[in-house]
């Protein structure tokens, strides 16, 4: 390819200021160094992930820096060693990486890459500690890896999903986190028996993904918690069979949920991010076989209190990131059952807008407004 081994200018959205609307401008792209690809971004869409980093509010503040995790693009080059992926390919860059070597990519049990977890404070790449983006030779930093909100990003191998050229990347894209982290959370760590109860704390695509998990897994009872009312009609189409305001409630929802399951609910998977709701979650679920499984971002000093009653009560709780699939070699077994019609990706997307339209994206989630957001790179 013309372009490969060289500098590209192209439009990305950098983040100059917490809290400030992204500036749509363009940027430098270095070329992939050993072991990194280079990709050209299709579609992205917005996670809350972005935005708790954008704030900086309960999060270590990194700027200027391109966010964006959540995508579906192009291999544009590869850099030296890269045997797995060659220009053309279609991919879904991924937060989190399977180095496929290391005890926890040797491990069924953990989709933990010991090289390439994730971590949002890492601005740079690991290879040689630079950022690959730069405006008038200014470093501008990377977020979890990907940096999807720019035109071409530089990721690590590793952290790239191979996947079905057939398949639809204006769909797609949202595997890359939020269908794959609300999903994975119920059937591979929340494990519903059929016919069980299952409490979803926060409805947003997260949320509605993992109460389809509980859906495709035969709970009877699909309990949707959320303190925004307006989530409740679009989740019945995800499965929410009943739903619970806490603020509608003068008791604690996990009094509520209490009494209308005959002791607790069998699993809580938490959605929200909020500490109060993961708390809520645990303290949900029923004595000895009741499983709580936390999936939202928590603030950086968020500590979790609770008294120690509900595990000698044989409570259960757990944590997952991406819903426990490994990236490389999960993501193209979920994107062929996309392709079989298994799942059904569509109703996540509710909006979608020009890349030079992106800071709508970010409006539409603080107002609590639809799942999912598509920016399209190329308009
Ligand atoms: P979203 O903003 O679309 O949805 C969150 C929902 O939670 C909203 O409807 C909100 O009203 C509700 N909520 C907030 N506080 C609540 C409370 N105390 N009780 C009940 N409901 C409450 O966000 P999203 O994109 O669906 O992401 C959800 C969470 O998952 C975020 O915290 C995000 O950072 C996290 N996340 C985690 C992973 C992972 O791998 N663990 C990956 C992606 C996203
Ligand atoms: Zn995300």
Known sequence: MATAGKVIKCRAAVAWEAGKPLVV???EVAPPQAMEVRLKILYTSLCHT????????????VFPRILGHEAAGIVESVGEGVTELAPGDHVLPVFTGECKE???????ESNMCELLRINPDRKVMIGDGQARFSVNGQPIYHFLGTSTFSE?????SGCVAKINPEAPLDKVCVLSCGFCTGFGATVNVAKPKKGSTVAIF????????AAEGARVAGASRIIGVDLNSNRFETAKKFGCTEFVNPLEHTKPVQEVLAEMTNGGVDRAVECTGNI?????????????WG????????????????????????????GTFYGHYKPRTDLPVVVEQYLKGELELEKFITHSVSF???NKAFDLMLAGEGLRCIIRMDE
């Open 25 to 27: 401008q363009e940027v």
């Open 50 to 61: 972005d935005v708790y980093f954008w704030e900086a509010k309960g999060q270590t503040p």
């Open 102 to 108: 290391c005890a926890h990519c040797k491990s069924e």
């Open 152 to 156: 071409y990003t530089v990721v690590h």
């Open 202 to 209: 926060g409805l947003g695509a997260v949320g509605l993904s």
């Open 276 to 288: 109060n709701a993961m708390i809520q979650a645990l303290e949900s679920v029923h004595d000895v």
């Open 291 to 318: 499983v709580a499984v936390l999936v939202g971002v928590p603030h950086k000093d968020a500590e979790f209190k609770t008294h120690p009653i509900h595990f000698l009560n044989e409570k259960t709780l757990k």
């Open 356 to 358: 030079s339209e992106i």
